[in-house]
């Protein structure tokens, strides 16, 4: 069935991708962040793995009852977070990641499960940045996880010579209480966040449209004869 065919399709991204960095590992050129070869954008790729996780994810969770198999797919989520962390360093992904599977747990799923998700995320999280100096002397692009560094990195703060995402939004916001209600129009900022561009963009009117357009996908995906791969793949790709 169609739901077969994307399971198959997203599961073999993450192989196919540790195929190629590797054989450019041992070509000798491969660098920090690179995807498929030099100079391209790790951006992509981390997207991609971020829909082969939560595909892999949805079958452990509300498909799979055989142990092996669910092993198997556990081992894939393991992988592809590995890869995003650890390789490509997309917090972006992995962050998305995170959210769509609590969301998800939280609708469908066991909510107590989601307090267990949260608890661990973060203490990994503390564990990971006391941890940071052994870490990065092993995985060095791991750093760019560290909360030090993202308080740290010109995309965020902005620098001299980049203009980071606190100043986007900042801007961006500027611009809203300017044009509150119809907006300044769409390509006029451009903050990494798509509420809030929408909301720079068509003004309030526009973004509450939007609303209701992101409202009517919940509710219908929602339905109790909706398959939860296709909710998780949206929440992911929103």
Request: glycine fraction near 8%; aromatic fraction near 14%.
């Amino acid at each position: 069935n169609k739901s077969s065919i994307i399971l198959i399709t997203l599961f073999s991204l993450p192989i196919i991708y540790e195929l190629l960095v590797r054989y450019n590992t041992l070509l000798g050129t491969n660098v920090l962040r690179v995807s498929l070869a030099d100079g391209t954008s790790p951006i992509g790729i981390g997207e991609m793995l971020s829909f082969f996780i939560i595909s892999s994810y949805y079958v452990v969770r509300f498909v799979e009852e055989h142990k092996i198999t669910k092993l198997f797919f556990i081992a894939g989520i393991l992988i592809g977070l590995f890869e995003q962390i650890a390789v490509l360093s997309s917090r972006g992904a992995t962050i998305s990641v995170i959210i769509t599977i609590v969301v998800t747990e939280f609708i469908f799923g066991n909510k107590k499960f989601v307090g267990l998700i949260v608890v661990v995320s973060a203490g990994a999280y503390y564990l990971f940045n006391i941890f940071i100096d052994s870490i990065a002397v092993i995985l060095p692009i791991a750093n760019r996880f560290s909360f030090q560094s993202i308080m740290s990195d010109p995309s965020v703060i902005g620098s001299s010579l980049y203009v980071g995402r606190a100043q986007l939004v900042t801007y961006a916001l500027e611009k809203i209480g300017l044009h509150p209600f119809f907006g300044n129009g769409f390509g006029s900022v451009y903050p990494h966040n798509i509420l809030i561009e929408i909301f720079a963009s068509a003004g309030i009117l526009g973004l509450l449209l939007f609303l209701v357009f992101l409202l009517s996908i919940f509710w219908n995906l929602n339905k109790k004869n909706t398959n939860y791969l296709y909710f998780m793949l949206f929440l992911v790709a929103l």
